[in-house]
C-alpha cells in the first residue's frame, strides 16, 4: 500500500502523511499542503451510496491511505457528519436548488470541516502528551464552529481570533460563549490581521518551543477535504436524477469552500461550473480579469464573513494551476451591500426564501447570469443560517427570523473574551499564560 503524501504549495520538498499535515496547519515553509498526486474517484465509485457519511468515507479513503487514521475514517465520518445537508428546490422547473449547509450546531457550512478536524485530532492524541493549541482566525463563523467541534476535547487548547466589532452581534456571542479549553480574543484590527497573526505564530521560534500548534482555519487540510464531501454528494444527487452535472455558485472569502468544490471535480465527481460570489472585496474577480495578484486590506460589508483582502486558499490554487487555467476552472463576480439587501428583499417575497447575507451574495450573482446559463442544472450555496444575522436580515424583510434551539442555546450562555493589540507580541503573551 502506497501511502498519499502532501507536499507544500511553496516547496515540494516539504511532504507530510495525512495526520501530520493536519496536525502540522500550515508546511514548514508557510505553505499549505496539497496532495503530490490526486487520486480519481468517479461518480461510478459510489454506486449505492448517498448518506454523507458513506460519501466522505469512500471520497476521503484515498487521501488518508496508508495513514495511521485510515482505519478510523468510518467512525471519523459518523462523528463529524451526523446532521443533514439537504438540497432543496426552487421553483417548479428543477433547475434551480439551495443547498443548506447551517444545519450543525453553530448553523454554518463550517461545522463540517471543524467537525471532522477536531474527530481526527482527538484520535491521534496520546496520554501524556503536551497539549496541543488550535489557532483559528476567522471573520464569522469558523472560530464559533471550531470552538463547538473541540470545547471539552481533552488534551486540546483552542485560540480563536476575531476582528473586534466586525463580526455580527450573533457570530460573537457564538465566538466567546464557551470558556473552558477555549480562549477568545478579539483583535483590535481585521480579519486579515488575525490571520496573518496565526501565520506568523505558526512561524514563531518562541511559541513553537513552548506549544505544540496546529490550525484550524481552512489553511488546515482537514477542514478543507470533508468540505468536498457535501459537494460530492450533491453532485451524485443531481447525476443519478437528471443525468447532469451540477454547477454551484459559492459565497467566497478565504476560498476554502470554493477549492474544496475545485477538488471534488479534479477527483472526478460530476460538477460542471464553479461561481465565486463575492462581496465588495474584489481581489478574487480582479485577479481573473486582470491576471495580476493584488491582496489589499479588507472592506467591511454586509455579508462578514467573507471580507477578505488576502484569501489564503488562493495559493492552493495558484500552486496547482495556470492562471489560464485558473480562469477555466473558476469564475467570479462582485456584489454589492445594496445588491445583497435587494437580494433579501426581493426572495423572500418570491421564493419564501430567507437569505443570510452570504448567500444572498450567491442568490443575486445567480439572477445576474444570462438565461442560456440559467438552463443548467444550479445550486446555490446556502453558508449559514439567516437568524446569525437578524439584525441585518428582519429589518428588510419585515419579520422575526426564526432562531435554530441549537443556536438559541448558546446565544443564552455568558461571555469570555480578552482583547488583544494586533501584534504577534500580544499574542504570544496571552498563549504563553495559558499554559
Request: with cysteine; proline share 8%; aromatic share 8%.
Amino acid at each position: 500500500m502506497t501511502a498519499m503524501e502532501f507536499t507544500s504549495t511553496r516547496d515540494s520538498a516539504h511532504t507530510a502523511g495525512f495526520a501530520a499535515a493536519l496536525l502540522q496547519g500550515l508546511a514548514p515553509d508557510g505553505g499549505l499542503y496539497v496532495p503530490r498526486a490526486w487520486p480519481v474517484v468517479p461518480a461510478t465509485s459510489f454506486t449505492g451510496q448517498s448518506a454523507l457519511p458513506d460519501v466522505a468515507v469512500r471520497l476521503l479513503a484515498p487521501f488518508a491511505e496508508g495513514d495511521p487514521l485510515a482505519a478510523f475514517l468510518p467512525a471519523i465520518t459518523s462523528d463529524a457528519f451526523n446532521f443533514p445537508a439537504p438540497l432543496v428546490p426552487l421553483g417548479t422547473d428543477g433547475r434551480l436548488s439551495v443547498l443548506e449547509l447551517f444545519h450543525g450546531p453553530t448553523a454554518a457550512f463550517k461545522d463540517f470541516g471543524a467537525r471532522f478536524l477536531a474527530a481526527c485530532m482527538s484520535r491521534l492524541r496520546k496520554p501524556g502528551q503536551r497539549p496541543l493549541t488550535i489557532l483559528v482566525a476567522t471573520s464569522g463563523d469558523t472560530g464559533g464552529a471550531v470552538a463547538a467541534a473541540f470545547h471539552g476535547r481533552p488534551g486540546i487548547e483552542v485560540a480563536v481570533l476575531f476582528p473586534k466589532g466586525l463580526v455580527s452581534p450573533t457570530q460573537e456571542r457564538q465566538l466567546t460563549c464557551w470558556g473552558g479549553n477555549v480562549q477568545s480574543f478579539a483583535v483590535r484590527g481585521t480579519f486579515d490581521d488575525c490571520q496573518r497573526l496565526v501565520k506568523q505564530a505558526f512561524l514563531d521560534p518562541e511559541l513553537r518551543e513552548h506549544s505544540e500548534l496546529s490550525s484550524a482555519n481552512s489553511i488546515n487540510l482537514g477542514r478543507l477535504l470533508p468540505q468536498a464531501v457535501y459537494y460530492a454528494a450533491t453532485s451524485l444527487a443531481i447525476w443519478r436524477q437528471y443525468g447532469e452535472k451540477a454547477s454551484f455558485v459559492i459565497p467566497s472569502g478565504n476560498l476554502g469552500n470554493a477549492a474544496a468544490c475545485a477538488w471534488a471535480r479534479k477527483v472526478g465527481l460530476p460538477i460542471a461550473e464553479i461561481v465565486l460570489a463575492h462581496n465588495a472585496n474584489r481581489t478574487v474577480p480582479d485577479y481573473l480579469d486582470s491576471g495580476e495578484w493584488r491582496p489589499r486590506p479588507s472592506i467591511a460589508t454586509l455579508a462578514s464573513a467573507m471580507d477578505i483582502g488576502n484569501p489564503s486558499n488562493m495559493e492552493r490554487l495558484r500552486a496547482l494551476y495556470s492562471f489560464e487555467e485558473i480562469r477555466q476552472q473558476v469564475t467570479a463576480h462582485s456584489v454589492s451591500d445594496a445588491e445583497i439587501r435587494a437580494r433579501i428583499k426581493q426572495d423572500a417575497q418570491t421564493l419564501q426564501q430567507i437569505w443570510c447575507p452570504h448567500t444572498a451574495t450567491a442568490a443575486e450573482v445567480y439572477w445576474q447570469l444570462s438565461p442560456a446559463k440559467q438552463s443548467a442544472q444550479w445550486i446555490l450555496v446556502s453558508t449559514a443560517h439567516p437568524a446569525k444575522f437578524n439584525d441585518i436580515v428582519e429589518p428588510l424583510i419585515g419579520a422575526e427570523v426564526p432562531v435554530p434551539p441549537a443556536l438559541a442555546k448558546l446565544l443564552s450562555l455568558p461571555r469570555y473574551e480578552t482583547e488583544i493589540e494586533p501584534q504577534l507580541a500580544a499574542l504570544r503573551a496571552q498563549l504563553q499564560g495559558a499554559q
